[in-house]
């Protein structure tokens, strides 16, 4: 039978690669989770990954082997596999906020306030919370490696790629709204999608509110066209990110974060102007 429900299609993804991991771990696996979109609502068939926690006693060496093979099995069963996005670890790493598999911080909140448990043992209460310096700086060292590299900031003149791929488009403006709001917030978790995007378009003078407002419907569902999107992109990102680049900037240096953290924001910016 087809499932025409976006949500349901990826849970029943979802519901196959657990049974994936429960072959390959046994006993070893405690529990196995719905993260993002797909735990507290706001799933876009257009763009969301579909993420998946699983759980370990403990971590052996061959582990990381274990779920690139598996995770390269899965994805290759259909384009809607090719969304999971897998994240894994021991629970004793969990509960002492390590990551000893693959598991950063923000996702490690995430499974901790909002997982919804597929199978196994309610282990919520025993993952250990970041608190906002360690999801502050975390987020800086993402941005610096992925948002800052040369390739991306050449992107923002030459956005071929951000036109042809709504996927990364969505991301791209998302990312600093989400980086944003969360440095913002007073609850010491990470931002979603909608609540970021209603920061964003709430605060004064928000420039770049016609490039999110196209991300939006996007993300829900409208077709990325080219001739709208690139002279939203050549206007507002740049500008969107330099917003963001500011704000964080002024937050690591509140935080005491590494010199070299900050100086890597300042620089992001100069390339940007």
Known sequence: MTITDPAAAARTVAGEAVRAYQEAFGERLVATYLLGSLSYGGYSAAVSDIDLAVVLTERHDDDPATFDTLGERLRERSPLHRKLSVFWGSLPALSRGEEDGRFPAIDRLELAERGALLTGEEIAGKVARPDGTE???????????????????????????????????????????????????????????????????????????????????????????????????????????????????????????????????????????
């Open 135 to 273: 999801l502050l700086l975390e987020s800086a060292r993402f941005a610096v490696a992925v948002l800052a590299a040369d390739e991306v900031v050449a992107e923002f003149h030459r956005p071929e790629r951000l036109l042809a791929d709504k996927v990364w488009f969505t991301k791209a403006v998302f990312f600093p709204l989400r980086f944003g709001c969360t440095g913002a917030m007073e609850s010491g978790r990470a931002a979603t999608n909608d609540e970021a995007i209603a920061w964003y378009l709430g605060r004064p003078g928000a420039s770049a509110a016609p490039l999110v407002h196209l991300a939006t419907r996007v993300r829900a569902g409208e077709p990325l066209d080219p001739a709208e999107a690139e002279p939203a992109l050549l206007a507002h990102l740049a500008p969107l990110y330099r917003e963001y680049i500011e704000d964080e900037t002024r937050r690591l240096r509140e935080a005491g974060a590494p010199e070299d953290l900050v100086t890597a924001f300042t620089s992001w910016h100069e390339r940007l102007a």
